[in-house]
């Protein structure tokens, strides 16, 4: 069954990664997934790194690796601003595991220093998403 479309943008600090209608938008925000149809409430979330889906049809899904940001719903709109939006195919997964092993480094390094744990922290979640994207194929 076919759902009402709806204007999505997907901006990055680089431009735009994707502007255009959909069907439904999937992603993880700070709470857990959500998925988001036309005439949604108004939302505002904040975004974790995961496999962003934008069903363009039923049987057409745009994927890409998103990195975290921010969401924004209302007036048949979903904006999502994140620091990446990278297309699965284009991920290297041997440079993903030595992001990802450098980050472990720099964590056992940080000691008591919370703003760079911090950093380090979402610099490892989000080496863990994108690994697990590109590892899926």
Known sequence: MAHRKFT???L???GEAFA????MV???TTLGQIGILANHAPLLATLEPTELRLYTSESQ???FAQAEGYLQVGGNHAMLLVEE???PGSL???KLQARLEEAERELDAAGDDTEKRRVVERDKRRAQAFLQIAEAG
């Open 92 to 94: 290297d997964a041997a």
């Open 61 to 63: 899904i745009l994927r």
């Open 85 to 87: 939006a990278v297309e």
């Open 26 to 28: 999937s992603t993880r």
């Open 20 to 23: 255009g209608e959909v069907e």
């Open 8 to 10: 999505v943008e997907v």
């Open 12 to 14: 990055t600090p680089e």
